[in-house]
């Protein structure tokens, strides 16, 4: 969607069904536009990635990798390389409800960011 999106969260995701589809909707709520979501799926075997393919089909700054199974830190770090993001957030999934108290210490140095609670 942007050449450089200047929020980037990324989530590395491994059978997470019961939570993605909040977490996605609490991240792309958010009142700032220039926001991507990276969800990189490390080869769940629950429902995940219908899941995270139906936000996929509805919100162009969603982008959806998928890769065999290699750790929770190998899918963030494949979420991170297709970054192109100047200020990168890391998104558990199962903190379901971002809050504004994750964004603070990025808002203060880029206040053109805001968060919203959802």
């Known amino acids: 969607m942007f050449d450089r999106a200047a929020g980037l969260l990324l989530v590395s995701n491994y059978n997470y069904a019961r939570y993605i589809g909040s977490s996605i909707q609490s991240a792309l709520e958010q009142t700032y536009a220039k926001i991507e979501l990276i969800i ?25 990798i998928r890769k065999t199974n290699g750790g929770q830190a190998s899918g963030s770090n494949a979420a991170f390389a297709a970054s192109r993001g100047e200020i990168v957030a890391l998104l558990d999934l199962d903190a379901a409800k971002l809050d504004s108290s994750r964004w603070s210490r990025v808002s203060r140095r880029c206040p053109k960011l805001t968060w919203r609670d959802t």
């Open 40 to 64: 990189c799926d490390d080869g769940s075997t629950d429902d995940s990635v219908r899941v995270i393919e139906e936000y996929e089909h509805k919100d162009p700054r969603l982008r959806f």
